[in-house]
């Protein structure tokens, strides 16, 4: 398997798009100064010329009419995602199998059973000598390696040391489970330092430390950093097949958003994945 692979991050016309035939899509990222109808259309164009399946966007409540006109349709939705509006998640098809999810109603099957799960029950106590902590540069080559264990493929190369280094200096804080100075569990929460909000993201355990509820412990030391931090909502992108992963964010009360189809090259294929927020903290005015 070619860990090396990854798509790009670029700018097109003042928006933030990561584009390539890793994933087969363009995922914009951020609407920065774009012209919404303008930016949808160069969007589409640029996928059928590069022959992309599909165009992922995640936009502002207020921009997203020029993009529904154009023919994306919502597949996610999370209230009060940015100062004092929500954000949706569009998805445009080029191909009608990129739309199609076989496995569908297995998935619906999955969410429905996990909403009532929704608590904050607490998680089964570290073992002893095992700490949480955030990692540092140092750590980048430990952490490359426990993500190529893991996953086989991935969105982002997360299994370059150097670009762990750099996320590290741009707004990505990782943490990790340690224990006599050998790391168990990683995650990480990409920080939105204007909209206020955080991705929490990058969860990996090898699978000899499973079962040890090592994800909530991350994810609750991630959501205590954010109140020091004074960020408003945490919310995640997680595979949709995985119940363990899904079960993580439904048991320490994130809410579920929606499901984007056939979206992101991850652990060997293209993959649906769920979106889960949380409001952490109040914000005032909010809209969804």
């Not at 003042?14 to 160069?42: C, E, F, V, W």
Request: glycine share 6%; net charge positive; proline share 6%.
């Amino acid at each position: 398997m070619n860990h090396s692979a990854s798509d790009v991050i670029t700018s097109l016309n003042g928006a933030t798009i990561q584009h390539g035939s890793y994933n087969r899509r363009i995922y914009l990222m951020d609407l920065g100064r774009a012209d919404p109808g303008k930016l949808a259309r160069k969007l589409i164009c640029l996928a059928g010329e590069k022959g992309y399946s599909k165009i992922f966007a995640k936009v502002p409540d207020s921009q997203a009419s020029p993009f529904l006109v154009s023919g994306f349709r919502l597949e996610a939705e999370i209230p009060f995602f940015y100062p004092g509006e929500g954000a949706r998640f569009l998805g445009y098809y080029l191909e009608s199998k990129r739309r199609h999810e076989p496995d569908s109603e297995s998935l619906d099957e999955l969410v429905t059973k996990l909403v009532p799960r929704k608590q904050n029950r607490p998680a089964k106590p570290l073992p002893e000598k095992i700490k949480i902590r955030r990692c540092t540069p140092e750590d980048a080559e430990a952490m490359a390696a426990i993500y190529r264990s893991v996953f086989p493929t991935y969105p982002f190369p997360i299994f370059d040391p150097q670009y762990l280094r750099q996320s590290m200096a741009n707004q990505v804080d990782f943490f990790c489970v340690e224990q006599a100075n050998r790391l168990l569990a990683l995650s990480s929460m990409e920080k939105d330092g204007s909209a206020k909000n955080v991705e929490m993201t990058d969860f990996a355990t090898p699978a000899k430390h499973r079962g040890k509820d090592f994800a909530r412990h991350l994810l609750a030391r991630m959501e205590r950093e954010m109140l020091l931090k004074k960020y408003r909502l945490a919310y995640t992108i997680a595979r949709a097949k995985s119940p363990a992963m899904n079960l993580t964010f439904a048991r320490l009360g994130y809410v579920y958003a929606g499901r984007l189809a056939n979206n992101t090259n991850i652990s060997g294929k293209i993959e649906s994945m769920n979106v889960w927020y949380k409001k952490i903290r109040g914000s005032g005015k909010t809209h969804g």
